[in-house]
């Protein structure tokens, strides 16, 4: 195969891929349909197709992450549907002055991963907002800001759960190297954006802490503990969504319902589309292609931990996609790979992600609030640059030493 037409392959399939994301087009399914057209252009034939899909269906990753990624957001409707996230929020404005508590909401609600997550944080936001005066700029970007803190450090973040599946390196030891960031992002957050709001004491209401607070974190805190103890992932989960339940005083016929209205096929359909596309990299050499290809023009390796995901993450405003496009280049590219290497990809996603004008949290917010766009870029893009640097200096700086 020339160069040439492997290049053009590549072009074609991730180009298609990047247009279906953008036309909303389950990425599940646009990565199956990229997979097809790259494996075309390095001559796979029908029975290559076919064992590579067989060996994407019975591979022991596949199966767990498909598990992990339909039981998350079943946590977060057994939160919804028992109240407890409602009780919760209740006891948030109880015990916290207002200014923290329009921070705080969107990061709660940011606990819940689910599409267009951002409208149900904005009008407590809006509420909150209007006792502070807040322009409609000012709501824009504190809902964006603090929604998007667990991106670095959750366990739960589909996207982190993806990258750590498809590399084989360990979740909690990327999450350690984005601890740096993390703590960056809500400091940064809280310093440049909540300080200066003109800071409206409220007495703090009757509220039994007993009751909201603590009784709406258990399940979260459960699904959390017993993981980093060592427990699966997906048993952690059915332990989180068990002590919902438990609880919340859910009668069994309920439990199913919620398990039911929480349980997304698309998101199982789009772990087998990810994993069959990276299947396809691996076994027609479209890994080894672009790292050689590229090695003979001079670009540097480390490029790909930054630099490409940081491209993905814009043009498609989808961590997940641009994980699955980015991962294997990376593994290719380096004989190890570390926990620093992914956290600096994965930083660079997330950021590229988070001020990309498809990204669709940025959309619905936008939506609700009305701002100036143009003003809310103003708070948005200095921000996450420098969440960017301090994720390069974290990463490079640990790499260096190691």
């Known amino acids: 195969m020339s160069p040439l037409q492997g290049v053009l392959g590549i072009a074609v399939a991730f180009g298609l891929v990047i247009a279906l994301v953008l036309k909303h087009v389950n990425y599940g399914l646009a990565l199956v349909l990229g997979a097809i057209i790259l494996g ?38 057994s939160l919804e549907d028992t109240g407890l996230m409602e009780g919760f929020i209740k006891g948030l404005k109880g015990k916290l002055s207002p200014r923290m508590v329009v921070a705080t909401i969107p990061a709660v609600f940011g606990l819940l991963p689910m599409m267009g997550g951002a409208l149900l944080s904005a009008p407590l936001i809006d509420e909150e907002g209007n006792k502070l005066k807040l322009s409609p700029e000012k709501k824009t970007v504190i809902n964006l800001w603090f929604r998007h ?32 960031t993390f703590l960056f992002h809500i400091l940064s957050g809280f310093f440049f954006i ?38 699966p992932l997906a048993v ?32 199982v ?15 027609a050499g479209v890994d080894e292609f672009i790292v050689s290809s590229s090695k003979s023009l001079g670009i540097p390796a480390y490029s790909f931990i930054t630099l490409v995901p940081l491209t993905f993450g814009f ?17 290719s590219a380096f004989d190890t790979v570390t926990p620093a290497m992914l956290s600096i990809l994965y930083v660079s996603i997330v950021v590229s992600y988070n ?36 994720g390069l200096l974290a990463g490079f700086t640990l790499i260096s030493l190691t």
């Open 40 to 77: 075309l252009f390095f001559h796979l034939s029908p029975v290559d197709f076919l064992e590579i899909a067989s060996f994407t269906l019975t591979d022991q990753i596949t199966i767990q992450l498909a598990i992990i990624i339909a039981l998350i957001p079943v946590l977060a409707r």
């Open 149 to 180: 803190i667990w991106f670095y450090a959750s366990p739960f973040s589909s996207t982190l759960i993806l990258l750590s599946g498809l590399t084989g390196v360990n979740l909690y030891s990327i999450i350690l190297v984005n601890l740096v």
């Open 194 to 231: 909540v300080r200066p709001i003109t800071n409206v004491r409220a007495k703090s209401s009757n509220v039994n802490l007993k009751d909201t607070l603590l009784k709406g974190s258990i399940p979260i805190a459960v699904a959390i503990l017993s993981s980093v103890a060592g427990v």
């Open 236 to 267: 952690s989960l059915v332990l989180g969504i068990v002590s919902a339940f438990i609880l919340g005083k859910v009668k069994p016929k309920d439990a199913f319902k919620t398990f039911r209205k929480g349980f997304q096929w698309k998101l």
């Open 269 to 283: 359909a789009a772990v087998l589309g990810i994993m069959y596309f990276r299947y396809v990299i691996k076994f």
């Open 315 to 331: 043009l498609t405003a989808h961590p997940s996609a641009s994980v699955v496009m980015s991962a294997p280049i990376v593994t």
């Open 355 to 390: 001020v990309s004008p498809l990204h669709l949290c940025l959309v619905l917010t936008t939506e609700y609030f009305k701002p100036k766009l143009k003003e809310v870029y103003r708070w948005l893009i200095p921000l996450f640059i420098l969440d960017y640097v301090v």
